[in-house]
């Protein structure tokens, strides 16, 4: 039996295969509410066959927006909004549905990747931005609002309320954004937080803040339903947050009801030596599930089926996300059903096209540009 289609229990939520669908910005929002584009991109997502599809990072103050476009849950508005792609994705697709609740920080305030990414003018709209400390992104962006302790309860209370509307929703998984230098990995990251205060200096404070937002959050969560983290396990920088670190906050989430750890990196800083390649964060996910006691999503160029199944058959994570690469091909599970032999799940529409029914497919998979 293929380990990259056995399924997964989390708490009370049991995943069909150990697939899932990464949360991606869109920049698709108005006011940050889902849009028809949310409606078509998540729906393709849930016919995938992936086990789990976790809705892009969503912001949970209009403050915390990377770009006016990002997706929200802080207004009635909002809530209404995303229910509606959520219960068209419940009608028709199989996947189980989760969500990324974030804040963007000192990355806020942007024009989208396709419109250049840099801060925007006050004439597009830009807003002042706020991080553990006065130090900005980059070259270009004017220095953050130092969070006061009002600001820090804010957040906090941000995140709870938001994590109750994801429940009203009715998502089956909810997870933080710890990682790529947003909000609470500029806590943990002593390159962005060089605060004095209990929230920062020693990793214990540093870790602080971003332990009460998961507290906050699980006390706001069913406790049959399962609570994650995005992790950027290294900054890949002298002086920055290390994977020794990660595995120390992993164990602190672990504590506070987190059920597993999506295991990346980077992002503190527009550059970094980063080591690109396939399944170059793998290792981060391995050495977490280990060391951690924790379970633990593997990301990071994760495209071939036999190599996701190698990621889940030798124990190196539980979970395997694809990002690029099911954008590349939606029908990505599909198809790594068939390199390995097992069945995955077709929706009826779609039935006539699997390869035991469609003698086409063979074809289609011996062509050069499209084999599996």
Known sequence: MSALFSPFALRGLTLANRIVVSPMCQYSAENGS??????????????????????????????????????????????????????ACRRYGQAKLGIQLGHAGRKASTSPPWRGGKFLRPEDGAWTTIAPSALPFDDGYPPPKAMSSEDIERVIEAFAAATKRAQRI???????????GYLLHEFLSPIANRRDDEYGGSLENRMRFPLRVIAA??????????????????????????????????????????????????????KAPIPVGPGYMVEFAARLRRDAGIATRAVGMIVAPQQAEAVIAEGKADMIALARAILDDPRWPWHAGE??????????????????????????????????
């Not at 393709?44 to 927006?65: K, P």
């Not at 476009?69 to 207004?75: A, N, P, V």
């Not at 009715?170 to 990682?179: I, L």
């Not at 009826?348 to 084999?371: D, F, K, N």
């Open 34 to 87: 889902a849009t028809d584009w949310h409606l078509m991109h998540l729906g393709t997502l849930s016919v995938s066959g992936a086990g789990l599809v976790v809705t892009e990072m969503t912001q949970v103050e209009d403050l915390g927006r990377i770009s006016l476009g990002d997706l929200g849950l802080y207004s009635d508005a909002n809530e209404a909004a995303l229910a509606r792609a959520v219960a």
């Open 170 to 180: 009715g998502f089956d998984a909810v997870e933080a954004h710890s990682a790529h």
């Open 217 to 270: 959050m699980r006390a706001s969560w069913p406790k049959e339903k399962p609570l994650g983290a995005r992790l950027s396990c290294t900054d890949w920088l002298a002086g920055g947050f290390t994977l020794d670190e990660a595995v120390a906050y992993a164990r602190a989430l672990r504590e506070q009801g987190c059920d597993y750890i999506c295991c990346s990196g980077g992002g503190i800083v527009p």
């Open 339 to 372: 390199a390995l032999g097992h069945a995955a799940t077709y929706p009826p529409q779609y039935e006539r096209a699997r390869a035991t029914i469609w003698p086409g497919a063979a074809v289609l998979r011996s062509s050069p540009s499209r084999s599996v």
